[in-house]
C-alpha cells in the first residue's frame, strides 16, 4: 500500500490490528500523558500489545508557546511520570539540534548572482538595471 499522502480514497481503511483507546492526564500546569492503550474490535483490552506512552508539554519561546512531545518508554503510567521531564527535555534538545542544523545550511548556502534582487533601476553598475552581474531584469524565453 502507498504512503497515506498518495493514498486514494478507495484505499483508506482501518488498520484493526493496530486500534488503541486514548487516555489523557494531566496536572494542568506543565505535563500531559496520552496513553494509548490497545483494543481490539469490540473495545476489549488487547493484551497481546504493550500500551504507548507519550509526553506533552508547551514551552513558551519569542514566537510564543511551542508544542513539545516525545514518547517515552515505560511499562505503567507511574513510571511513565517519572521518565516525563529527562523525556522532554531529550526532545528539546533534539529540537534545538535540528534548528542548529537548518541554520547551519542556511548560513552555508550559496547566493548566485542571478538570484540577487536588482539594484536601483538606471543606475547601471555590477548589480542590476544595467548590466554586469545583477539579477531581476526581464528575461524572455
Same mark, same amino acid.
Given at each position: #500500500?502507498?504512503?497515506?499522502?498518495? #493514498?486514494?480514497?478507495?484505499?483508506?481503511?482501518?488498520?484493526?490490528?493496530?486500534?488503541?483507546?486514548?487516555?489523557?492526564?494531566?496536572?494542568?500546569?506543565?505535563?500531559?500523558?496520552?496513553?494509548?492503550?490497545?483494543?481490539?474490535?469490540?473495545?476489549?483490552?488487547?493484551?497481546? $500489545?504493550?500500551?504507548?506512552? #507519550?509526553?506533552?508539554?508547551?514551552? #513558551?519561546?519569542?514566537?510564543?508557546?511551542?508544542?513539545?512531545?516525545?514518547?517515552?518508554?515505560?511499562?505503567?503510567?507511574?513510571?511513565?511520570?517519572?521518565?516525563?521531564?529527562?523525556?522532554?527535555?531529550?526532545?528539546?534538545?533534539?529540537?534545538?539540534?535540528?534548528?542548529?542544523?537548518?541554520?547551519?545550511?542556511?548560513?552555508?548556502?550559496?547566493?548566485?548572482?542571478? %538570484? %540577487?534582487?536588482?539594484?536601483?533601476?538606471? $543606475?547601471?553598475?555590477?548589480?542590476?538595471?544595467?548590466?554586469?552581474?545583477?539579477?531581476?531584469?526581464?528575461?524572455?524565453?
Amino acid at each position: #500500500m502507498s504512503s497515506p499522502e498518495h #493514498m486514494a480514497l478507495s484505499e483508506i481503511a482501518v488498520d484493526t490490528k493496530n486500534l488503541y483507546r486514548e487516555e489523557i492526564y494531566t496536572d494542568l500546569k506543565i505535563a500531559t500523558m496520552r496513553v494509548l492503550i490497545p483494543v481490539k474490535t469490540d473495545g476489549s483490552l488487547d493484551t497481546s $500489545r504493550s500500551p504507548l506512552y #507519550m509526553g506533552q508539554t508547551q514551552l #513558551m519561546s519569542q514566537a510564543g508557546p511551542l508544542p513539545v512531545s516525545c514518547p517515552i518508554e515505560a511499562s505503567n503510567l507511574e513510571e511513565a511520570l517519572a521518565k516525563f521531564p529527562e523525556a522532554i527535555q531529550q526532545a528539546v534538545e533534539q529540537l534545538l539540534d535540528e534548528v542548529r542544523e537548518l541554520q547551519r545550511r542556511e548560513s552555508s548556502r550559496i547566493v548566485v548572482p542571478s %538570484m %540577487m534582487p536588482a539594484g536601483p533601476p538606471g $543606475r547601471g553598475g555590477n548589480f542590476g538595471g544595467g548590466g554586469g552581474f545583477g539579477g531581476g531584469g526581464i528575461i524572455s524565453s
